[in-house]
């Protein structure tokens, strides 16, 4: 199946999401409530929207766009390409500095339909950045099975999931690719700056058997300290390229 949603219709949705969680943020400003003193609730008020709007841009270009919700039912089905669709709206957990995000599915459903498409929106605190990440096809095996006390909620494996991704709205980074490419380039790093010395090496002067002989030590301490680094390096390159991937979602602003 082709992708039937849009970077165009990503920002559309978006942009309505956006203003439907700024007219509710007046409205408990009105009652002096904080209505992003929780976010969780805060998403789950605004995801509302997110369905509603979704299901309006699809409904203009498919036939059959329904939008329910209820527990053990998608989303969104479109009748006309034979289509279920999750929405989720996330703003991750915050660890000091950092926030990271989990996608989440309700094990039942996933189960149930065995296979789906997801949107997951991810937005920041003050709802101003956002990735729009649409995941087509992703079944139970793309998810852990939930934990105790998950209240049947089951996390993405995103080693599986992630390479079903297309980023419509911001992006994201596979750190594991990141590293490996920082890696590469302190070995190009390390090579060119041996075969420089060994120019300056070869250029010294060797007028007597004494200067000759400690040449030959500074090349062969060179040799051997370069090929100590090389094997750390490449210990490090084969880690990253084993590890489970991880990885780093882009938000960004609206124009």
């Known amino acids: 199946m082709s992708l039937y949603i849009t970077e165009c219709d990503a920002k559309e949705i978006l942009s309505r999401v956006k203003g439907f969680e700024s ?8 009652w002096d409530y904080d209505f992003r003193e929780n976010l969780g609730r805060r998403n789950a008020l605004v995801s509302m929207s997110q369905e509603t709007e979704t299901a309006r841009v699809l409904s203009r270009k498919f036939q059959g766009v329904s939008s329910d919700g209820a527990p053990g039912k998608p989303d969104i089905v479109i009748g ?3 289509a279920e669709l999750e929405c ?4 991750g957990s915050k660890t000091g500095n950092s926030v990271s ?3 989440r599915t309700d094990w039942e459903t996933i189960c149930n339909k065995e296979k789906l498409d997801y949107i997951y929106m991810l937005a920041d605190e003050n709802f101003e950045k956002f990735a729009f990440l649409f ?3 992703l079944t139970p095996d793309d998810f852990f099975p939930p934990a105790s006390g998950s209240r049947g909620k089951s996390r993405m494996n995103k080693e599986k999931g992630m390479k079903k991704c297309t980023p419509l709205f911001g992006s994201f ?3 594991n690719d990141v590293y490996v490419d920082s890696l590469n380039a302190d070995i190009k790093d390390a090579t060119a700056k041996f075969k420089s010395r060994m120019e300056e090496l070869h250029n010294r002067s060797v007028s007597t058997l004494k200067k000759r002989e400690r040449v030959r030590k500074l090349i ?6 370069l090929e100590k680094k090389m094997d750390k390096l490449q210990e490090r390159i084969a880690y990253w390229e084993e590890a489970p991937d ?8 609206l124009n």
């Open 23 to 30: 007219d509710l943020r007046q409205v408990y400003e009105t």
């Open 80 to 82: 006309e390409i034979n």
């Open 88 to 91: 989720k709206l996330t703003s």
């Open 101 to 103: 995000f989990d996608f």
């Open 135 to 137: 995941f087509e096809g």
């Open 173 to 175: 980074i596979k750190r």
């Open 220 to 225: 062969a301490s060179e040799m051997y300290r």
């Open 246 to 253: 991880s990885f780093t979602f882009v938000l960004e602003s």
